[in-house]
């Protein structure tokens, strides 16, 4: 059973300040990024609340290829997957798609089986609410709200990414205890990034 106030937490605004775009197929395309999911998870469910298992994660084309300027022999991979989301008795399952294109066989597939993955993740996980991009869903966007003139005293996006550059260089335990310090990178404030970014440092060196 969720809590109230996490039913609150899965009820509130998607922050527009962490959705991103791309183009696909010529069409622009809203969509928030794996980490963030797996923080909101973290922050919302709890650490070692949730679980997530895939079920499956296979590849369903392959086309060689022209890559790059040069026009070098190379491949194009497509994979699909599906994931299982698990909140106590809760559980929910996304099915998502990847592709890769390189010119080489090996990181074509790891580059199209990692997308898929996270993508079926977001999926599973977009059930829960709008914190996990339900509201992009919207095409009015009517749940996305700019909350930096609420969160004034929050990290700047580019003091986030700085930050989230040096959290994947750290180990997964090491992340474990980022997150349960900070309470994940969206809830860092402008007057810690300075000693965040130096613990960071200090952590990455001694691995």
Known sequence: MLTPEQIDQLKAPLDGRVVKSRNQG???LSYIEAWHAIAEANRIFG???WNRETIYCKEV???ECKVGKDNAPGFKVGYEAKVKITVGEIVREGTGHGSGQMKDL???IESAAKEAESDAMKR??????NPFGLALYDKLQRNV???????DDLATEAQRNAIMALYKKLTKEQQDNFNTRTGGVLSIKKSDVDRIVAALNKSIKGN
């Open 124 to 129: 599973a996980l977009m059930t829960f609410g």
């Open 26 to 28: 010529g069409k622009d």
């Open 61 to 63: 084309s392959r086309t």
């Open 106 to 108: 090996f990181d074509c």
């Open 47 to 49: 650490f070692d609340a």
């Open 145 to 151: 709200e700019d909350l930096s003139s609420k969160n």
